[in-house]
């Protein structure tokens, strides 16, 4: 029998700070509790009368290898990690305040936001927390892209990636799937980092963008490997790309009961499946018992 499980959020505010990867802009970040039945806010604070932008698929815009959301002339940009970091964990009701559009690049990874967040509590709340649950296969595809999903086994959400680089190179082929909770986005996928190859990092420079990045900041790879930077995984990139798709997904709001396999896929793909998902499954928000 399905179960929902209760809403959570943080016991007290905790902040992160640094500067995002594209503008080099400065960002204090603060995580702070919210009622039940919020959702994750975002607040820009440095902007007159505080706006507020809800972290669901429908603010989403398109905007280059990033995830960005929009509400009311107001944006928040590269909010993947935050959201990977939130959506891991099951942290369902959050303000995040934010005195930049960009949140803070630091690692590359959702490492330094699930650090804070552990460090702040995570508390129980009364309300449940809706769940969709996948009885058919659903697929979406892009050119030589592809994102899938399809009925689950028992009431657990599974995810896979296989990346595909070719065969020569650095990165090559990858492939890593896990059942997802707490403990295994902490373990497994949170530690992971962005990454690009040299002539990619060579180009956003020349457009201005990133300059005040460094491969010491996120994984920059040239035909022998990272450069002046280690690997945490032997298939580090694969696992990033998972957490990629873990915050994209967590802009639908809701849990998932199902399995998900992508080839190739990125932000662009990942929320057009989420908006699949959300138009083709109802949310369970409570479970009837019998009498």
């Given at each position: 029998?399905?179960?929902?499980?209760?809403?959570?959020?943080?016991?007290?505010?905790?902040?992160?700070?640094?500067f995002?990867?594209?503008?080099?802009?400065?960002?204090?970040?603060?995580?702070?509790?919210?009622?039940?039945?919020?959702?994750?806010?975002?607040?820009?604070?440095?902007?007159?009368?505080?706006?507020?932008?809800?972290?669901?698929?429908?603010?989403?815009?398109?905007?280059?290898?990033?995830?960005?959301?929009?509400?009311?002339?107001?944006?928040?940009?590269?909010?993947?990690?935050?959201?990977?970091?939130?959506?891991?964990?099951?942290?369902?009701?959050?303000?995040?305040?934010?005195?930049?559009?960009?949140?803070?690049?630091?690692?590359?990874?959702?490492?330094?936001?699930?650090?804070?967040?552990?460090?702040?509590?995570?508390?129980?709340?009364?309300?449940?927390?809706?769940?969709?649950?996948?009885?058919?296969?659903?697929?979406?595809?892009?050119?030589?892209?592809?994102?899938?999903a399809?009925?689950?086994?028992?009431?657990?959400?599974?995810?896979?990636?296989?990346?595909?680089?070719?065969?020569?190179?650095?990165?090559?082929?990858?492939?890593?799937?896990?059942?997802?909770?707490?403990?295994?986005?902490?373990?497994?996928?949170?530690?992971?980092?962005?990454?690009?190859?040299?002539?990619e990092?060579?180009?956003?420079?020349?457009?201005?963008?990133?300059?005040?990045?460094?491969?010491?900041?996120?994984?920059?790879?040239?035909?022998?490997?990272?450069?002046?930077?280690?690997?945490?995984?032997?298939?580090?990139?694969?696992?990033h790309?998972?957490?990629?798709?873990?915050?994209?997904?967590?802009?639908?709001?809701?849990?998932?009961?199902?399995?998900?396999?992508?080839?190739?896929?990125?932000h662009?793909?990942?929320?057009?499946m989420?908006?699949?998902?959300?138009?083709q499954?109802?949310?369970?928000?409570?479970?009837?018992?019998?009498?």
């Amino acid at each position: 029998m399905l179960s929902l499980r209760p809403q959570q959020t943080i016991a007290r505010p905790v902040a992160v700070e640094g500067f995002g990867y594209w503008s080099g802009k400065d960002n204090r970040l603060e995580f702070r509790p919210a009622p039940a039945n919020t959702g994750i806010v975002f607040v820009r604070e440095d902007l007159r009368h505080h706006p507020r932008i809800p972290a669901r698929l429908e603010y989403r815009v398109e905007t280059p290898r990033r995830s960005s959301l929009e509400c009311g002339g107001a944006r928040v940009e590269m909010v993947e990690h935050v959201m990977a970091a939130l959506g891991g964990l099951q942290i369902d009701n959050c303000e995040v305040a934010v005195t930049a559009p960009e949140m803070p690049g630091c690692d590359g990874s959702a490492l330094p936001f699930v650090e804070a967040l552990l460090r702040a509590g995570v508390v129980k709340q009364s309300a449940p927390r809706p769940v969709r649950v996948l009885s058919r296969v659903v697929r979406v595809e892009e050119r030589d892209k592809w994102f899938e999903a399809r009925p689950g086994i028992g009431h657990e959400c599974f995810m896979r990636y296989l990346l595909d680089y070719g065969p020569d190179g650095p990165i090559g082929r990858q492939s890593f799937g896990l059942s997802l909770t707490p403990e295994s986005f902490c373990q497994e996928i949170a530690p992971s980092r962005t990454f690009m190859l040299k002539q990619e990092a060579e180009w956003l420079l020349s457009q201005g963008l990133g300059r005040r990045t460094t491969p010491r900041d996120l994984l920059v790879f040239d035909a022998d490997g990272p450069i002046d930077n280690q690997l945490r995984f032997p298939d580090e990139c694969v696992r990033h790309k998972l957490l990629d798709m873990v915050g994209d997904l967590a802009l639908c709001g809701c849990d998932f009961v199902g399995r998900f396999s992508a080839y190739r896929s990125g932000h662009r793909l990942n929320a057009e499946m989420g908006r699949n998902l959300l138009s083709q499954f109802p949310a369970v928000e409570r479970v009837r018992s019998c009498a």
